[in-house]
């Protein structure tokens, strides 16, 4: 007789619930086999309810009793199979990084199984319910492709029971063992006094040294090298910048620009900003929009050429992109419709997007799109550099360090300011060097004397 659990089962996945004047067994086989003593002149009146039933006669075909096996009373395990999800547009396969958990493991709602790394950013593969890891297709180093399976999931699994671990038992010491008498040594016999030694001979000077090459050469020290696979991050952001290089015709423009008085306006509202918004005031924001306001003056800077129609599209909105890094490498960021964000909209987006690249949590939606981007190399320490232009973008700003510096004033007086040099590089294809300056200019104006973000100047 089927146990009530099995029945259940049975009943879960479809089957017939049968009268009980049936009786039921199992037979060594894998499926559920169910025996019925029902008369055979009742064949007929069931016998579209049996379409899908596999008939086996006891004995022969004169039998009053005859046993099936129907494909619904097969008991399977509610295993899922879970396939490399979509993980954006251009990205069609990822590399296996790192892998959690092990077969047989038991995991929770939204725990980590698998780490995908793609071009851009790594993708956590959760579990979309509670069970028991079967199987994972792949190892680290693999690649596995959008919607190929990626691992088994027994939904049906019980969780592991809970309870603290058992204390640890303490062994107790054994005693040591009596430590054994050191024995009496025995006297030394007395020996005879030996003659007196005659004294050694002087010493002979050393043979001056000749120059050996190979001992010096030895000496320095060890020459090792370390090999360490590039992840894919690194393979994409190599093959965008010489791709870059080998399409733009780009060329670097610089400014320098004076930070004495936005430098004294910050140190004036800091705290009553910071007070009002919740966020800290830095130098990004007066760079965003500065180069936002910039960017509607000289519409070429933010547009850029589709090659494929032999066209220039131009962008009646800014969406500038921040060059972050993160402990996987640089990763640009995008700040979306900057010509309607505040100073404190774009301190907090930007710190947000700065949490997330520390955590490696940035979306491929966080970082998809931009029409301009600022690279601050100003934090490291960086004097001045030419930067290199994010495609299919057409110009990309360099902000370097601010240092103190002997200038002369509009009364010709030589005073220490407070300058940072800027640098501007563009695709020449479709940007000409007076748009380039004109645009670069007004920045500098703009951060030199921000009352022009006020006015609009």
Not at 250 to 260: A, H, K, N, P, S
Not at 398 to 415: I, L, P
Request: hydrophobic letters at 35%.
């Amino acid at each position: 007789m089927l146990s009530s659990s099995i029945l259940r089962a049975a009943a879960r996945n479809g089957s017939r619930r049968y009268s009980s004047q049936w009786t039921s067994s199992i037979l060594p086989s894998s499926s559920a086999v169910v025996t019925s003593s029902m008369p055979l002149q009742q064949k007929n009146d069931r016998n579209n309810k049996t379409s899908q039933s596999y008939y086996q006669y006891n004995g022969n075909s004169s039998s009053s009793s005859r046993s099936y096996t129907t494909k619904s009373s097969i008991l399977q395990m509610p295993i899922k199979t879970i396939d490399v999800p979509t993980m954006g547009d251009s990205i069609t396969e990822g590399t296996i990084v790192d892998i959690p958990v092990a077969p047989g493991d038991y995991v929770n709602v939204d725990d980590v199984v698998i780490v995908l790394e793609t071009d851009k950013v790594s993708v956590d593969i959760r579990a979309s319910e509670d069970g028991a890891v079967v199987e994972i297709y792949g190892e680290v180093d693999d690649v596995v492709e959008v919607g190929s399976a990626l691992y088994r999931l027994d939904t049906d699994a019980e969780a592991p029971a809970g309870g603290g671990e058992a204390p640890n038992a303490v062994e107790a010491p054994t005693p040591a063992a009596a430590a054994a008498p050191e024995p009496v040594a025995a006297a030394a016999p007395v020996a005879p006094v030996a003659p007196p030694t005659p004294p050694p001979p002087a010493a002979t000077p050393p043979p001056p040294s000749t120059l050996n090459v190979e001992s010096i050469t030895t000496t320095l020290g060890t020459r090792p090298e370390r090999r360490s696979k590039m992840s894919r991050m690194r393979q994409r952001v190599a093959s965008r910048l010489k791709e870059s290089q080998n399409t733009a015709a780009m060329l670097t423009t610089f400014q320098e620009v004076d930070m004495g008085n936005f430098m004294e306006m910050r140190v004036r509202h800091k705290d009553e900003f910071e007070k009002k918004h919740g966020v800290k005031l830095g130098f990004m924001s007066v760079f965003v929009k500065a180069c936002t306001s910039a960017l509607q003056e000289v519409p070429a800077i933010n547009a850029y050429i589709d090659d494929e129609a032999k066209e220039i599209v131009y962008r009646d909105y800014c969406d500038v992109s921040v060059a972050v890094a993160s402990p996987n490498g640089l990763v640009v960021p995008v700040l979306r419709n900057t010509e309607y964000m505040s100073f404190a909209d774009v301190e907090r987006t930007i710190a947000l997007f700065g949490k997330k690249a520390r955590e490696g949590s940035l979306s491929l939606d966080d970082m998809t799109g931009g029409t301009f981007t600022i690279s601050n190399g100003g934090v490291f320490g960086s004097l001045m550099g030419t930067p290199i232009i994010n495609q299919p973008q057409s110009a990309i700003l360099g902000m370097h360090a601010t240092k103190m510096r002997a200038v002369v004033d509009e009364k010709g007086n030589v005073v220490a300011r407070p300058m940072m040099y800027l640098a501007l590089t563009y695709d020449h294809r479709l940007i000409d060097g007076r748009e380039g300056v004109t645009f670069l200019k007004s920045v500098a104006d703009k951060i030199t004397d921000p009352s022009r973000l006020v006015f609009d100047i």
